[in-house]
């Protein structure tokens, strides 16, 4: 709701045709398409049906589907970025929509179109936005390839005249124009006055009042009269040209169409009254059966009614019943885990009391602590060994090395 009333104020800033210029934008790209042949490069490559004259116009009147839509959107956008130059891959049907799309306005940007709304506006397939970068993607494949589009030139209107058979004997309206016109110019001394005409016109019917009345007999003979008559026939034909433009025309017509619409609405005007009879006949019956059917199932709706309030009744207490028994099943939860908790506990410190690995780690722990112990005491047996051998050798040194410094003390003596 949000965004329609967005929607609707942005219409209404822009103007009140704002709304209708996404169909003829979205017309000016079909026509675009077509000079750029995509009928033959992407509907046929893809097994595609043409487009309709407002394919991607986003309208609650148009039938519409987002899905076949945006693809065919991507497609199309993909293959005017290859015609304008640019390399792009194709996407495909099943590709992310938010990468795609950020990647068709990137390259737009990249042609130095400007982009003021969000990417999230072509997820939908249709719309003023998506009609709007087609449009422009459309433009730089045209100027690639060369291609603009250049201001008709119309051809002058002119009225085509009817053709009428050029005869001497017959005349136009316009001839006889032309003539009256013309006569003045070439005899201009024989203009005729209009009050020399009146007079003379009053003086004759003056001579004829004062005639005497005559019963007037023709002298002519009938043959004759109708021969002159064939004669002079072809010569008094006027061709009147008919002008479209002209009011009194449109105003035959509208005559016309009055006396159409009149018939019509009296022939039609029967039917509908008849009709309108025929469906305040209907709605009486069916008031009525309503009525009956209404008194008829009173009863049953009243029973109905407190079938419906016990039911909510019920559902009430169920809920509050469901409510206790959540709460419940919630401390049992709670409880049940502390029990396990408790059970592992309790198992853990069984098999460690059960368990003789303990005892068998001890013992060979004690076994390998007396060869310890053994290979230690013949370790210090060696050590001893050594160190009895060391301090005899030095003790011998010693006794040596008393004696050789005792013996000349004699032999000093006695020279002494």
């Keep these: 709701m949000a965004e329609d009333g967005g929607r609707r104020a942005d219409e209404e800033e822009r103007g009140p045709g704002a709304a209708h210029q996404v169909f003829a934008v979205m017309e000016c790209l079909l026509e675009k398409l077509k000079v750029l042949n995509y009928e033959e490069e992407v509907l046929h490559r893809h097994n595609m049906k043409n487009l309709s004259r407002h394919y991607f116009v986003s309208s609650p009147y148009l039938a519409f589907n987002s899905g076949e839509q945006f693809y065919m959107f991507t497609i199309i956008a993909a293959w005017l ?18 990468a795609t799309v950020s990647n068709i306005l990137s390259e737009l940007r990249a042609f130095g179109v400007k982009v003021d709304f969000p990417p999230s506006k072509l997820k939908s397939g249709s719309g003023e936005h998506v009609c709007f970068v087609l449009d422009r993607l459309a433009e730089e494949a045209l100027k690639r390839r060369g291609f603009s589009f250049k201001r008709p030139n119309y051809p002058t209107e002119t009225t085509e ?13 316009s001839k006889v124009e032309e003539e009256m016109i013309e ?32 019963i007037l007999e ?7 009269w109708n021969l002159e008559v064939e004669r002079v026939l072809p010569q008094l034909k006027v061709t009147i040209r ?16 009055r006396d159409g619409i009149k018939s019509s609405l009296k022939e039609a005007k029967s039917y509908l009254d008849k009709l309108q009879e025929d469906i305040g006949k209907t709605l009486e019956k069916v008031s009525s059966r309503e009525k009956y059917i209404n008194n008829q199932l009173e009863h ?11 039911l909510s009744e019920a559902k009430e207490r169920y809920q509050q019943a469901s ?3 959540t709460e419940r099943t919630r401390v049992l939860a709670e409880i049940s885990e502390e029990l396990e908790k408790v059970k592992q506990e309790m198992e853990e410190k069984g098999s460690s009391m059960s368990d003789g690995a303990p005892v068998v780690k001890i013992k060979q722990s004690l076994t390998k602590l007396k060869q310890e112990i053994v ?39 006695s020279f002494a």
């Design 323 to 325: 409510g206790g028994v």
């Design 161 to 173: 005249e009817e053709s009428v058979v050029e005869d001497n004997a017959e005349l136009t309206l």
């Design 81 to 98: 970025i290859n015609m304008a130059g640019r390399p792009f891959t194709e996407p495909q049907e099943y590709d992310e929509p938010n």
């Design 375 to 413: 290979q230690m005491d013949v370790r210090i047996g060696v050590v001893e060994h050594t160190l009895l051998q060391a301090k005899l050798k030095e003790k011998s040194n010693m006794t040596r090395d008393m004696h050789a410094t005792n013996i000349p003390e004699p032999a000093a003596g």
């Design 218 to 224: 023709s002298t002519v003979d009938a043959a004759e």
């Design 242 to 257: 008919t002008d479209n433009k002209d009011w009194r025309i449109h105003v035959d017509q509208m005559h016309q169409h």
């Design 183 to 214: 006569e003045p110019d070439e005899d201009e001394e024989n203009v005729m006055d209009l009050e020399a005409l009146k007079l003379r016109s009053t003086h004759t019917e003056a001579e004829a009042s004062s005639k005497p009345d005559e």
């Design 300 to 310: 049953l709706i009243q029973d109905y009614r407190g079938a419906q309030a016990k």
